[in-house]
Structures are given as C-alpha cells and as structure tokens.
C-alpha cells in the first residue's frame, strides 16, 4: 500500500502549482520559526557554554537521573497504551448512550492542573505508594489516556468493517483478526501516541515533584530547580539542551519507522454499531465502568475537597466562589471569576490560532513531499522543550521594540497553541490521507481548478476533524503547563494560575477556594469539550 | 450521490469556524490591550512574585492612594514565584520587564546585585526602616521592605494530648522522643527548606551541621518536595490529614491559620517553636534600565512609608520593616516577632549554597 501513498502525493504535486505549496509551507513555517525556534535559540545562545554542557554530560548525578526519566517515561508509555488500546476501540467502534459524554469525560484528566490533581491523587493513594515509581505510573496514567483514546479511536474509525469479515472469512479467530489486522492498521496511531505520550512523560514535572517525592527527579525537575530556584540558569539550559537533542533524536526516529509502516486506507469513517452480542455488550459496558470510576474517584475527590473546611464539611467556598475578599479587610488576593474570564478568552485565542495554523501546515505537508515532513517533524519539537527553555526564550526574544511582545496578553494563547498544533496536525492528517486518489482526477474533469479541487474534497471535509481538533486545543490551553505558567502577568491570571496560588497559601479557605476553582475548571473543561464535538463531530 | 451532497453542503463550515474564532480574538485582544497600551511616563510597571495581591486589598488601596497623590499609575507584574521573578529579573538585567521589582529576598539578594539587576538608591524614608534590616545591604542597591522568619510550627492538640513537651531548640528534633514528627522541604526546591537548612548551620557550625542532619535522618525526618506538600499532606496541624505534628513552615503561618478559618478562631490551633528560626528579609529595588528612575525612586519611598507597610501583615502575612506599626489582633495573639532569629550575611549565602544543598542533599536524600 505505500506505494499508493506516493500515487497520492505525486498526483497532488502535478496538480498545484509549486507557488501555491511554497505558500502553504511558509505561513506555518514562519509561525514556529518566530515564536519557537527563534526564542529556544536566544536563550541557548545566551547562557550555554559548551564547558557547561560537557560538564553536565559527565555529571554522574545527571546521568542517573537521566535514566530514571527514561525509565519512567518508557514505563508510563506502555502502561498508558496498554491500558487505552481497549478503551479507544470500544468508543470508536460502537455507538451508545452517553458514548459523546464519555469522550468528553476522559479528556478532563488531560487538562487537570497538575498540582492539583496530584495532590488529589496524594490524598487517594494508600501511604506505602507515596513518593514511589508505581505511584508516578499511576498518575501518568490518568493524566495521559485521552491520548491513546483521541489518536488511537480516530484511526480505528477508519477500519472498515468489510476487512474484519472477510478475515473471519478466510479462518481467523477474533484475536488473530485483531493482531493481524487491526493491529497493523493501528501501528502508525500507536506510534504516534506512545511518542506523545513519551514526550509528556518524559518532560513530566508537577506529577514528579507532587507523587515523587526529592528522592525522584527528572531532567525536567533539574532545569526546574536550577533555572527557578538556585538561580543557575546556563545549567538549566545545559540540561535542557541534552534532553532537547535526545528527545528530537526519539521524534526522529519516530517518525522515520512510522512512514515505513504506514498503511494507508482510502476509507471514511464507518458507522458505529449497537453492541448487539451478550459479549459485546458485556465489554461495552465494562470498558465505560471502568473510565467512569477511574477518573470520576479523582475528579470527585478533588471536589469533595472544595467542600472540606477545617476538617468539617462546608459551602463556604462556594457561597463565596466569585470573591477574593472573604471578610472586611481579609483578602486572599485571588479573583476566581476574573480568572475564569480569563482562561476561557485564552482558550478562545488559542483555538483560533491553533486551528488556522494547524489546518494550514497539515495541508501544506499533505502537498509538499520533503519539506513536508521536516515542518511535521519541526511542529512536534515544541513538545520535547523544556517549558523553562521556551518560556525564558520568549522573555528574553521579545523584548524589543518592534517586537516587544512579552508583556502581551496574546503571546499566552499563542504558547499554548504551539502545543496544540502538533495534535490538531496528527488529527487533520489522518482524514487527509485517507481521501481517495482519483478524486481530483474527478473534479479536474468537472473544470475545478487545483485549488478548488483542493478546497472541495480536502479542507472542505475537514470540519470532524477540526472540531476534534478544537476541542484538544480548548483543553490545553485551559490547563495551561509548562512554557507560558512563566510568563510575567498582568491582570490576566489564568485558573491555573489562580489555583496554583490559592493552594499554596496558609489557612482552609484559600485552600478550599483552590479546590473550588479546580472544579470548576474540570467542569467546563469538560462542557466545552463536549459542547465543541457534539456539535460536529 | 448522497456523499456529494454533504460535501457541496458542508464546504464553507471550517473557514466559518476559523473566522469566527479569529474575530473574537481580535475582539478580545482589543480589550485586552487597551489598558497596557499606557506605557507612558506616568505609569510604574511593580514586578512582584505571585503571593502579591493584584487588586481588591488593603494594599491595592494603599498602591492608589500613592497613585492619587503622585500622578503616577501602578501597574503590578505578576512574575511567579520568587525564584521564577529572580532568574527573569537576572535574564533581563538591563532591559527589565518593569520599573520596580518587590520581593527579592535575603538568601539570594546577593546573586541579583552581583548579576547588577538594580539600580542603587538611598530612600527618603531610610530612617525610618528597621536598623537590623537597613544596614544589611551597605550600598543601598535594594531597600528592605518587610520580614518574616521561617520556624517549625507544631500541632498544639497533638503534644496537648500526647503529652509530650513541645521541643525547645534545634538540638531537641534528634531527641528519640521526637522520631518521627518532624517533615521538612527539600532545600534544592523550596525556600523555606533552605532557610531552615541554613538555621542548622548557623546553629551547629560548618563543620558539625552534617552530624546533626545524620542524626535526624536516623530520627526518621520526613523530606517534601515543596512547602505545599508538608504543610498540607504531612503536617497533622493544617487542615490536611497528615502525620507529622511537627513541620518547617513560617512564623506567621499561625496567624494565617487563625483569620482564614470558618468561623474564624482567636487562637490558632499551631504554634511556633521561636528557637528554631530563620529570619528572612525582603527586598524592593530600582530595576536597571528603567526610563523613570524619578518615578520610580517616589514609589520607593511610598513602599517604606507607613501608609503602605502598614497594610503588610495582613495581606503579605510578614512584618513590616518600618518601625512602629501598629500589628493587628491576630497577630499579637498567635505569633510573636521573633527577637533572636539565626541569619546569615547574604553574600556568604551566595557563596556557600550550592555546596551546602549538595551536601544535605547528600546526607539526607541519598
């Protein structure tokens, strides 16, 4: 089948004018080179020395924790794949109530402020798991199954339903047609979200430095603590340069195994069926028990939590949700609504930017060959920088005028889209790829010229994907990690921000008004989600 | 065919989203910027770390009044934590992100004026502040603008009810009867970790700190990650169920613990252990490269005034480093200004920290 794929690029090639596809490649191109090369070279070229870096590849503290973030990340990969596989094929394949809510429901963990989760999950966990491997397994677990269920769901739809009968036909066993077919079929949405997957994990700090416990560092941890609390920023970069270039070395690779294993299939998606079989009923309404209850418990300790006080349970937080004054002259400084406003026009930004950019560069590397792949491979880069890194890169890059952008509301949202496309790419390619090669033969003999062929059977279909899209986007950008959390503010503290402050203040209220607006982030994380794909998917 | 159909129909349905998204954007950024367009000379942009109230206190107040009599408008930059603001301040030397930044305290002032973040200045107000604080820094890079000390808060029902003698200096926490109680912060992460380290230095000597940080792993010392994670998960005095009745935390942690209670208490049901204290000072400076060093000089001087650091405690939860202001109830009932706290000169922080967190974290962590 590969050499099908080629078919299809050769076509689209002869089709569109190479103008028009050096276009396409140069706004997404002129995207990241501005806000991710650009700054990740600043700070790297401010603070590093090639002493301190050669200094930090022959630490052998480094290298220990070093392997550790490695083994953790590649544990936490499997787990999660091993545990979403299932998961992702039951939502995709079958259609029953509430299958949309479910959806919905595994994607709130993904955007959970770490902090807060984790101490929800601190609070859960028996005592001898504390400060454990198993513990940080656990943990990235919750966090990171929407993504096995996003990527691995959206390629499974694709299957048609005629290859698993005529397997059954040709004498497989269920299981063999599952491995046989199924699983070849997946391998490339398997590689793509154990990447990701690998990534985050592998990059992983709030879950560290909450359920790991000091004896448990990453790398991450390290730039962390160096960059932010011992003041030494060249180490911090010094490490973060290694993980950079090892982890971009893993994307790579990634990429290069998932082209030669790629099977395409010219197929829509297929209808989901009734779980009709006693069996198939059976695992249907296992497989939704089992995502209720593992992130409903946390998610519901979380906002049991908003309901504690001293001990005792209380409204307390509640009645007060939307102010920062909690008696005459006794403020926690925080705003919780003003906050709320805030995420939800930071998500408004984001999505926006996310998906004009991610609609753009996924067609741009659909028509392009080479460059196509090396932009594909350059969006996903952002994931494998240490959040210090960017985020120090952008303070120090736009800092002058006419650029001075740092204290710009808007350089936030645009962040948080630089972790997004890379997903909203994946997710737009998958349903590009899959459009058969003698469409635009067909719509060439119609008269369309190659630019409307290309609207009308390429972009125009894209709007399941780009509500998906959207939705993954909206979700990131609420719960806000790594670069943009060190970016300086004013006036626009966003919930993750505010509920990072209110917990970490002395006294049950802040800390009760934390967990409120925890919840109430996980709420309308989830009602966004579930409204945006309703709608359209 | 019934495909094509959906296809003519749905063609303008993602451009439509798109517009739609980019517009509210554009609305949003329109409101978004006009009240930071104003970077006039009229207006002081206040780098501060997160804990620093952004509008609707006492303190905000102050900041207004200061803005109605000087003509100047304060804008607060909410820079993250104090090490987050010291290591963008020290990024930024000489083309800053504000005019003024608060906040940067004793253990590392050392590192920002050697990095040359400030520019010096000799407030009006200077006699005013605290003698103990204004002669730390002898050249004025930065003004002391408040202070607190970091100490071990105990659980006053647990020793009450065990009882037990609450311990009475740093040498006590190696006692047997006190295994096990004591959770502290890892110093490479966390500031109050670092200073409680340092108090056992001064304490115990250079050369004799890391016999008693053996003996307190052997007592079975719990180590955090973070204040939050002792404080709330370990601590049996919050309002989290933790274990241990004895935790590093701040000295006005128990005032904290009174006011922000429903219904709120007279007494704080934590204590401070006043022996085992490590003073902290805070800093405010004149950001080098500012355009407005006179405006910024005025808002120093309203810093130390009484006006302003009068509302300190409350909001801050620290003491204010100007002398005679008056203290709220809730303090002078749970908390005591704390008259013999171990410090240690700034610059030999600076020089010394690296070694003495890789050593503990040697002693204690592995």
């Known amino acids: 089948m590969d050499t099908d794929s080629s078919a299809i690029k050769i076509d689209t090639k002869n089709q569109i004018s190479s103008e028009v596809r050096f276009t396409f490649l140069l706004i997404p191109a002129a995207f990241l080179a501005l806000f991710f090369t650009f700054p990740v070279f600043k700070i790297f070229s401010k603070v590093l020395s090639i002493n301190g870096v050669l200094e930090t590849l022959t630490d052998e503290q480094i290298l220990k924790i070093g392997l550790f973030t490695i083994s953790q990340a590649l544990l936490s990969t499997f787990a999660t794949l091993f545990l979403g596989v299932i998961p992702a094929i039951v939502l995709s394949k079958y259609e029953f109530r509430g299958r949309r809510a479910i959806g919905a429901l595994v994607l709130i963990p993904f955007m959970l402020p770490t902090v807060v989760a984790a101490s929800a999950f601190v609070a859960l966990l028996p005592e001898k798991l504390h400060n454990t491997l198993a513990a940080i397994i656990i943990v990235h677990i919750f966090f990171n199954i929407a993504v096995v269920v996003r990527i691995v769901g959206l390629a499974f739809a694709q299957i048609p339903k005629g290859i698993e009968q005529s397997a059954q036909t040709l004498g497989a066993s269920s299981i063999e047609t599952f491995f046989k077919v199924h699983f070849r079929l997946l391998t490339s949405a398997l590689i793509s979200s154990a990447v990701v997957i690998f990534l985050f994990t592998f990059t992983s700090f709030g879950v560290i430095q909450v359920i790991g416990g000091p004896t448990n560092s990453t790398l991450e941890v390290e730039v962390a603590r160096n960059a932010l609390v011992l003041g030494d920023v060249s180490k911090a970069a010094a490490i973060s340069v290694i993980q950079l270039i090892f982890l971009s070395a893993v994307l790579g690779m990634s990429f290069y195994y998932s082209k030669r294993n790629n099977v395409i299939l010219k197929s829509e998606d297929q209808v989901r069926s009734r779980p009709e079989s006693l069996r198939e009923k059976f695992l249907v309404a296992s497989v939704v028990s089992a995502i209720i209850v593992a992130i409903s418990i946390p998610i519901i300790a979380l906002i049991s939590s908003s309901f504690r006080l001293g001990g005792d349970w209380s409204l307390f937080a509640w009645r007060n949700w939307n102010a920062s004054e909690i008696r005459p002259g006794l403020s926690t400084g925080v705003d919780p609504m003003s906050s709320i406003v805030t995420s939800i026009q930071f998500m408004m930004a984001s999505v926006a930017i996310t998906l004009a950019i991610g609609l753009i560069a996924s067609i741009a590397i659909f028509i392009n060959g080479r460059a196509g792949k090396i932009l594909d491979l350059g969006f996903a880069l952002p994931l494998a920088t240490s959040g210090v890194t960017l985020g120090f890169g952008i303070l120090i890059s736009f800092s002058y005028s006419p650029i001075d952008w740092r204290s710009n509301w808007w350089i936030i949202p645009v962040g948080h889209s630089l972790i997004a496309i890379p997903f909203v790419i994946r997710i737009l390619l998958l349903k590009l790829r899959v459009r058969p090669s003698t469409w635009p033969q067909a719509a060439a003999t119609l008269g369309a010229s190659p630019i409307r062929s290309l609207w009308t059977i390429d972009i125009a279909r894209m709007r399941a994907p780009l509500a998906i899209g959207a939705g993954v986007a909206a979700a990131i950008s609420l719960g806000e990690f790594g670069a943009t959390t060190l970016l300086t503010r004013t006036g626009t503290e966003s919930m993750p921000i505010a509920i990072g402050n209110l917990v970490s203040q002395t006294g049950d209220i802040p800390r009760a008004q934390g967990f409120m607006l925890a919840s109430i982030l996980a709420v309308v994380t989830g009602i966004v989600v579930f409204s945006i794909e309703y709608k359209n998917a | ?366």
Request: hydrophobic fraction near 35%; glycine fraction near 6%; include cysteine.
């Open chain 2, 1 to 366: 065919m019934p495909a094509e159909g959906a296809l003519l129909r749905s063609k303008f349905r993602p451009l439509f989203l798109i517009v739609i998204l980019i517009v509210v954007a554009i609305l949003a950024t329109s409101c978004g910027t006009s009240d930071q367009s104003s970077s006039s000379s009229k207006t002081l942009t206040l780098v501060t770390y997160d804990s620093f109230p952004e509008k609707d206190t006492s303190l905000n107040e102050a900041l207004k009044s200061f803005e109605k009599e000087s003509g100047i408008k304060v804008k607060i930059a909410n820079a993250g934590d104090t090490g987050t603001m010291l290591s963008k301040a020290i990024l930024t030397a000489g083309n800053p992100e504000g005019d003024v930044i608060w906040g940067i305290d004793n253990a590392s002032i050392a590192l920002a004026i050697e990095e040359e973040i400030f520019q010096p200045y000799k407030t009006k107000n200077f006699e005013k502040i605290n003698t103990n604080l204004s002669n730390i820094l002898k050249d004025n890079e930065a003004t002391p603008v408040d202070y607190g000390d970091v100490c071990i808060n105990y659980d006053i029902e647990y020793f009450a009810s065990n009882k037990l003698e609450v311990p009475q200096s740093l040498s006590d926490l190696t006692k047997p009867e006190y295994k096990g109680l004591l959770a502290v912060q890892n110093p490479a992460s966390s500031s109050p970790g670092l200073a409680f380290l340092m108090a056992t230095i001064v304490e115990f000597g250079e050369d004799n700190w890391q016999e008693f940080w053996k003996d307190l792993k052997e007592n079975n010392v719990e180590v955090g990650e973070s204040w939050d994670d002792t404080y709330y998960q370990s601590f049996s005095g919050s309002s989290g169920d933790g274990q241990y009745p004895l935790v590093v935390s701040y000295s006005t942690s128990p005032v904290a613990e009174a006011l922000f209670s429903e219904p709120p208490v007279e007494i704080s049901p934590t204590g401070n252990i006043d022996s085992t204290c490590f003073r902290q000072v805070e800093f405010a400076g004149i950001l080098k490269g500012t355009e407005k060093t006179k405006q910024a000089q005025q808002l120093i001087d309203f810093l130390v005034s009484e006006k302003f650091q009068k509302e300190i405690p409350l909001n801050l939860f620290v003491y204010p480093a100007a002398e005679n202001i008056e203290l709220d109830r809730a303090f002078t009932k749970n908390s005591r200004i704390i008259e013999n706290s171990y410090q240690i000169d700034p610059k030999l922080i600076e020089e010394n920290r690296k070694d003495w967190i890789e050593t503990w974290t040697q002693i204690v962590l592995r």
